[in-house]
């Protein structure tokens, strides 16, 4: 990893050079009484971008009915989100950075309102799978400006950790916000509000932008790294796509393996190319900082765990338990409650005095062990006596992990290099719930149909497979604790002071 002190916890021995374009461009920052406006519109769009990973997810047994699409294809209603959303992360990350964070923001909000549109007027499955994807191109537009409008805004340790703390518990607990919403609105409503309701968050994310967010004065543009944005798109799209053909192929298909190996060459060759351009897409020196490199690869295991867990409690809730759209979505308001209250209220305190490292490390042990007490789950379960304490621990664990290594990985970070270091945030977590939702699908499967094959009876099938999911997002989680204990540094606390004062302009540049 990087040993340049800049990066690590040793403070600098002398002031950081200030770009030239730094002096001649002064970033606008947001008024110190006014940055607390600019958190509450960049969460409200950054909901909008989470929840909307899950929030179809009850209404797809509506839509299935209204629009007639078979059992086999209903996966892709949500793939096609994740798809364009996860493989053009680092793409949005970049114009960004070249065209404005918040031009590419207000961009972002408006096209992602436009499509949720689309897909609510949907007639057939295709306009339904082509308008959640264009859900997916424009959230990757929007969600790397949102995290670095953010990173910009609040320098100071304390603030700062304060800030994250706030979007961490919206990142953590958007999925399950998704999954409550998703339930109100089909139970009261129809599926196709649940895209609808995008544009009330569009609509107050775009006014509140224009009022209250500030316009950065932008540097010299740098080329756009087009071999760079084709290699990663394509092989990301690749991972992917290879991940949710094994859920419905299986590991053996020839497609499903193609897929899989040629998104591994194309982002290997990603990583050749942007260590070789003068303009890079990803600027290497972002993730191979040890903090930094340990924090997303932590949000990546997070997000294997999380999303596999909320679709297989779901699944529970609904089908074993027998829960009803609105009741199932209900169900999940105790874990984005845990998540925030341990984002907001624990995170902020802590992590300026005892740094990332304990806080993911502790958080990975919690959450794992919060998803482990959902093995106690049976057939006649109850809802307050088995699952409600899961849901408890298991978000208190994830809000501080998330709301720490959201910190982490964009402490420290140069103006220029903000839109990227957002967008590989973002995009660890997207891939890692895309991986993990079709892997932990997969090995589902594979639980069931062996149980049903040693005879046992189709609900004790069902309930084994669920059991099996679990325990395997709770070891993604205890990973979390491993990858934080060996790669993050136990100094962050002096880095993260360091980087707030390094990220400043420089006094002769500023208004």
């Given at each position: ?11 600098p ?39 909307d990973?899950t ?26 989100y994740?798809?364009?959303f ?6 949005g ?21 436009g ?37 910009t ?15 961490g ?68 799209v ?16 020839t ?23 003068a ?10 900082d ?27 809730l ?19 409650i ?124 069902v ?7 679990f ?11 491993v ?29």
């Open positions: 990893m990087n040993s340049d002190p800049t990066l690590t916890g040793t403070p021995t002398t002031p950081p050079t200030t770009p030239p374009s730094a002096t001649r461009h002064p970033a606008h920052a947001a008024p110190k009484d006014r940055r607390w406006l600019v958190l509450a519109v960049i969460g409200i769009a950054q909901l909008a971008v989470v929840l990973a929030i179809v997810n009850i209404a797809l047994p509506a839509a299935q009915a209204d629009l007639g699409f078979a059992d086999d294809q209903r996966q892709w209603v949500v793939t096609a994740s798809l364009a996860g493989s053009l992360l680092l793409l990350g970049r114009l960004g950075d070249l065209f404005g964070r918040k031009n590419l923001f207000l961009v972002g909000l408006t096209g992602f309102a499509a949720s549109v689309a897909g609510g007027l949907a007639g057939t499955f295709g306009q339904l799978v082509a308008a959640r994807a264009g859900q997916g191109v424009f959230g990757a537009l929007l969600a790397p400006s949102a995290l670095a409008l953010l990173t805004t609040f320098t100071e340790p304390k603030d700062r950790a304060r800030a994250f703390g706030v979007f518990a919206i990142a953590g607990s958007g999925a399950a916000t998704g999954v409550l919403l998703g339930g109100v609105l089909t139970e009261y409503t129809t599926w196709r509000w649940c895209l609808y309701v995008n544009v009330v968050f569009a609509v107050v994310g775009v006014v509140g932008a224009l009022l209250v967010v500030p316009n950065p004065a932008r540097g010299r543009r740098p080329r756009l790294d087009l071999v760079g944005t084709l290699t990663i798109t394509l092989g990301l690749g991972i992917v796509y290879g991940f949710s053909s094994a859920e419905t192929a299986g590991w053996s298909d497609v499903t393996i193609a897929s899989l190996a040629l998104g591994v060459v194309l982002v290997a060759l990603f990583v050749l190319v942007e260590s070789r351009v303009n890079p897409l990803l600027p290497l020196r972002i993730v191979r040890r903090d930094r490199g340990g924090a997303l690869v932590a949000i990546g295991l997070v997000g294997v765990a999380m999303f596999g867990i909320f679709l297989f409690l779901t699944y529970y609904a089908q074993t338990l027998g829960f009803s759209s609105l009741r199932t979505g209900l169900s999940f308001l105790p874990m984005p845990s998540i925030m209250a341990a984002a907001t209220q624990i995170t902020p305190r802590l992590l300026p005095r005892v740094g990332p490292k304990l806080l993911i490390s502790t958080g990975g042990l919690v959450a794992a062990a919060g998803v482990l007490l959902f093995l106690r789950t049976d057939v006649d379960s109850t809802w307050a006596g088995t699952v409600l304490p899961a849901l408890v621990v298991t978000g208190l664990g994830m809000g501080l992990i998330v709301s720490s290594a959201m910190n982490t990985a964009t402490a420290g970070v140069a103006r220029a290099d903000a839109g990227a270091a957002s967008a590989s945030v973002n995009t660890f977590q997207q891939v890692g719930g895309s991986i993990g939702t079709a892997l932990l699908s997969t090995i589902y499967a594979s639980s069931v149909t062996g149980r049903l094959e040693s005879g046992a009876a189709p609900a004790d099938a309930l084994h497979g669920y059991h099996v999911a325990a395997c997002g709770a070891l993604a989680l205890v990973l979390v604790t990858v934080a204990g060996g790669l993050v540094n136990r100094n962050s606390v002096r880095r993260e002071r360091a980087a707030a004062v390094n990220s400043l302009p420089a006094p002769s540049a500023a208004h």
